[in-house]
């Protein structure tokens, strides 16, 4: 079992910037593919990115990409980020982060997809004004 815990959410301008932070505890995190996930006011959850257990391999959706930038150290904490620049106010939303428990030979591997996640956290608002 692992536990998620976001932060860094808040209100911020068009154009700014925040960092979020998704701290895990309660077993080991780097057996752990990560991912970050949004949801809009009257919108389905939708992917935002993901890393993969090792850390080598990352995919953004195309609405992100270019502004957003996920990272993990395994060895040095606990935490994965998700540094948001050039945000827009459709970045609105309850920001999660989600983790799925795989094993050495999918290391590698990243997941998009909702269903593909294990454990999630409670969510941090990220709101955009314009």
């Known amino acids: 079992q692992v536990q998620l815990a976001e932060s860094g959410g808040g209100l911020v301008q068009a154009g700014g910037s925040l960092k979020l932070s998704c701290e895990a505890s309660g077993h080991t995190f780097s057996n752990y593919a990560m991912g970050w996930f949004r949801q809009g006011p009257g919108k389905d959850r939708e992917f935002v990115v993901a890393?993969?257990?090792?850390?080598?391999?990352?995919?953004y959706a195309d609405s992100v990409k270019g502004r957003f930038t996920i990272s993990r150290d395994n060895a040095k904490n606990t935490v994965v980020y998700l540094q948001m620049n050039s945000l827009k106010p459709e970045d609105t939303a309850v920001y999660y982060c989600?983790?799925?428990?795989?094993?050495?030979?999918?290391?590698?591997?990243?997941?998009?997809?909702?269903?593909?996640?294990?454990?999630w956290g409670q969510g941090t608002q990220v709101t955009v004004s314009s």
């Open positions: 890393v993969s257990r090792s850390g080598s391999n990352t995919f």
């Open positions: 989600a983790a799925k428990g795989v094993d050495y030979y999918t290391s590698t591997y990243y997941y998009t997809e909702i269903g593909a996640y294990d454990y």
